[in-house]
Protein backbone atom coordinates (compact mmCIF):
# COMPACT_ATOMS: atom_id res chain seq x y z
CA UNK A 1 0.00 0.00 0.00
CA UNK A 2 1.47 3.36 -1.36
CA UNK A 3 1.58 6.04 1.36
CA UNK A 4 2.60 9.91 1.37
CA UNK A 5 2.94 11.89 4.54
CA UNK A 6 3.78 15.90 3.96
CA UNK A 7 5.31 17.87 6.77
CA UNK A 8 6.98 20.94 7.06
CA UNK A 9 4.50 23.39 6.42
CA UNK A 10 3.80 26.19 8.88
CA UNK A 11 3.88 30.27 9.41
CA UNK A 12 6.36 32.00 7.79
CA UNK A 13 7.09 36.11 6.99
CA UNK A 14 7.48 37.47 3.39
CA UNK A 15 10.69 36.73 2.09
CA UNK A 16 11.36 33.62 4.29
CA UNK A 17 11.84 29.92 3.49
CA UNK A 18 10.52 26.58 4.28
CA UNK A 19 11.06 23.29 3.41
CA UNK A 20 8.89 20.02 2.83
CA UNK A 21 8.99 16.74 2.94
CA UNK A 22 7.12 14.10 1.21
CA UNK A 23 8.10 10.50 3.02
CA UNK A 24 6.98 8.05 0.28
CA UNK A 25 6.55 4.36 1.49
CA UNK A 26 5.14 1.03 0.03
CA UNK A 27 5.71 1.90 -3.74
CA UNK A 28 6.90 -1.05 -5.74
CA UNK A 29 5.14 -0.50 -9.16
CA UNK A 30 8.58 0.45 -10.85
CA UNK A 31 10.25 3.79 -11.43
CA UNK A 32 8.41 6.58 -9.96
CA UNK A 33 7.83 10.41 -10.18
CA UNK A 34 6.88 12.51 -7.00
CA UNK A 35 5.13 15.83 -8.33
CA UNK A 36 4.61 19.00 -5.65
CA UNK A 37 1.32 21.01 -6.21
CA UNK A 38 -0.65 23.18 -3.95
CA UNK A 39 -3.86 24.65 -4.04
CA UNK A 40 -5.20 27.92 -2.31
CA UNK A 41 -8.67 28.34 -1.57
CA UNK A 42 -10.88 29.34 -3.86
CA UNK A 43 -8.56 28.55 -6.48
CA UNK A 44 -7.79 25.37 -8.49
CA UNK A 45 -4.60 22.55 -7.83
CA UNK A 46 -1.44 24.04 -9.10
CA UNK A 47 1.55 21.86 -10.23
CA UNK A 48 4.83 23.15 -9.21
CA UNK A 49 7.72 21.01 -9.28
CA UNK A 50 8.11 17.21 -10.19
CA UNK A 51 11.36 14.60 -9.97
CA UNK A 52 12.09 11.17 -10.82
CA UNK A 53 13.59 9.46 -8.52
CA UNK A 54 15.93 6.67 -10.25
CA UNK A 55 17.81 9.59 -12.19
CA UNK A 56 17.01 12.99 -10.27
CA UNK A 57 15.70 14.36 -13.22
CA UNK A 58 13.29 17.27 -12.11
CA UNK A 59 10.89 19.88 -14.09
CA UNK A 60 9.47 23.66 -12.18
CA UNK A 61 6.47 25.37 -13.11
CA UNK A 62 7.50 28.81 -14.85
CA UNK A 63 5.58 30.44 -11.44
CA UNK A 64 8.29 28.73 -8.96
CA UNK A 65 11.51 28.75 -11.24
CA UNK A 66 14.34 30.46 -9.38
CA UNK A 67 12.43 29.79 -5.67
CA UNK A 68 11.07 26.68 -5.15
CA UNK A 69 13.95 23.50 -5.85
CA UNK A 70 12.81 19.93 -6.02
CA UNK A 71 15.48 16.94 -4.43
CA UNK A 72 15.23 13.62 -2.88
CA UNK A 73 16.69 11.36 -0.60
CA UNK A 74 16.79 7.58 -2.17
CA UNK A 75 17.77 6.27 1.72
CA UNK A 76 15.30 7.74 3.14
CA UNK A 77 12.73 7.72 0.44
CA UNK A 78 11.93 11.07 0.89
CA UNK A 79 11.20 13.69 -1.38
CA UNK A 80 11.78 17.98 -0.89
CA UNK A 81 10.64 20.83 -2.05
CA UNK A 82 12.65 23.85 -1.14
CA UNK A 83 10.74 27.10 -0.97
CA UNK A 84 12.51 30.60 -1.42
CA UNK A 85 11.43 33.50 -1.24
CA UNK A 86 8.83 33.31 -0.35
CA UNK A 87 5.08 35.48 -0.81
CA UNK A 88 1.94 35.90 0.65
CA UNK A 89 0.15 34.57 -2.65
CA UNK A 90 2.16 31.33 -2.02
CA UNK A 91 -0.12 30.12 0.82
CA UNK A 92 -1.71 27.26 -0.18
CA UNK A 93 -2.13 23.32 1.01
CA UNK A 94 0.69 21.48 -0.79
CA UNK A 95 0.43 17.94 -1.69
CA UNK A 96 2.88 15.67 -3.28
CA UNK A 97 1.70 12.80 -5.21
CA UNK A 98 3.11 9.90 -6.97
CA UNK A 99 3.08 7.98 -9.74
CA UNK A 100 4.75 5.11 -12.54
CA UNK A 101 7.15 7.33 -14.62
CA UNK A 102 9.90 5.87 -16.42
CA UNK A 103 11.08 8.98 -19.05
CA UNK A 104 9.71 12.08 -17.55
CA UNK A 105 7.49 13.05 -14.63
CA UNK A 106 4.66 16.34 -15.15
CA UNK A 107 3.97 19.93 -14.00
CA UNK A 108 0.79 20.19 -15.69
CA UNK A 109 -1.29 16.89 -15.23
CA UNK A 110 -2.40 15.89 -11.94
CA UNK A 111 -3.80 12.82 -13.33
CA UNK A 112 0.17 11.45 -14.40
CA UNK A 113 -0.18 10.57 -10.59
CA UNK A 114 -2.19 7.86 -8.64
CA UNK A 115 -1.36 8.59 -4.95
CA UNK A 116 -1.33 11.52 -3.24
CA UNK A 117 -0.69 12.79 0.53
CA UNK A 118 -3.00 14.37 2.36
CA UNK A 119 -1.09 18.14 2.57
CA UNK A 120 0.34 20.77 4.64
CA UNK A 121 -0.57 23.91 4.90
CA UNK A 122 1.88 27.16 4.56
CA UNK A 123 0.77 30.40 5.25
CA UNK A 124 3.01 33.41 4.28
CA UNK A 125 2.21 36.58 5.84
CA UNK A 126 2.77 39.78 4.88
Known amino acids: QVKLVESGGGLVQSGGSLRLSCAAS????????VGWFRQAPGKGREGLSC????????RDADSVKGRFTVSRDIAKNTVYLQMDSLKPEDTAVYYC???????????????????WGQGTQVTVSS
Open 97 to 115: AAGVAFYTCSTRDSNFYDY
Open 26 to 33: GFTNGPYA
Open 51 to 58: ILIENNTT
